[in-house]
């Protein structure tokens, strides 16, 4: 069977907590469509030679947030359209914000800190996942941020990745964002 073969018209910004989910539905939309994706921590951690723990116990979060708006612009500008899955704290940032609203669309992959709790395996890659209270209070902190960002929101609330992604697409697909390619 041949694969799949779809263009993008624009980059597509997956946002969303911590354990929505981002990489994993970013992967699988670029394998079952035959697009482009880029994991954006897993990108700042190949061009810095650290990890983001390290980011952030060389320059706390200020030098990672400067990292973070640096790449997103640089990401923003390329020709080639991808699927960006994105740090959970990217929303934090006006910038940031209008950076990914100008150059593409924003799907915003909602989740539970509970929810993120229990999928997030290696809670401490994640500097900023302490425990469960304060998940809870950040997550909810940035829920008006991600949806001030998002053009589309989706409930990722008891579905799995196949399903998450099959949304992502359709949506994509009606939108005119994710297309066909003739022949
Ligand atoms: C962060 C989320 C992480 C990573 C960094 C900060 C956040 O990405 O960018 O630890 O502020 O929510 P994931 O959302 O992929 O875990």
Excluded at 9 to 18: A, N, Q, R, S, W
Excluded at 45 to 68: H, N, P, V
Excluded at 117 to 129: D, E, G, T
């Amino acid at each position: 069977m041949n694969k799949p073969h779809c263009t993008l018209t624009e980059h597509v910004f997956l946002v969303g907590f911590m354990g929505a989910g981002k990489s994993t539905v970013a992967r699988r939309i670029a394998r079952v469509c035959g697009v482009a994706s880029l994991d954006m921590d897993t990108y700042i951690e190949r061009a810095q030679g650290r990890s983001i723990s390290e980011i952030f116990a060389d320059g706390g979060e200020e030098l990672f947030r400067e990292i973070e708006t640096k790449t997103l612009e640089d990401l923003a500008l390329r020709e080639n359209k991808l699927v960006i899955s994105c740090g959970g704290g990217i929303v934090m940032s006006e910038k940031n914000r209008r950076i990914m609203q100008d150059a593409g669309h924003v799907v915003h992959l909602q989740v539970t800190a509970d929810e993120a709790a229990s999928r997030i395996s290696n809670k401490s890659s994640r500097p900023l996942f302490r425990d469960i209270e304060s998940a809870r209070r950040l997550c909810e902190r940035r829920l008006p941020l991600y949806m001030d960002a998002a053009d589309w929101t989706l409930s990722t609330s008891d579905k799995n990745v196949a399903c998450i992604a099959g949304e992502t697409i359709d949506h994509l697909k009606e939108e005119g964002i994710l297309c066909q390619q003739q022949g």
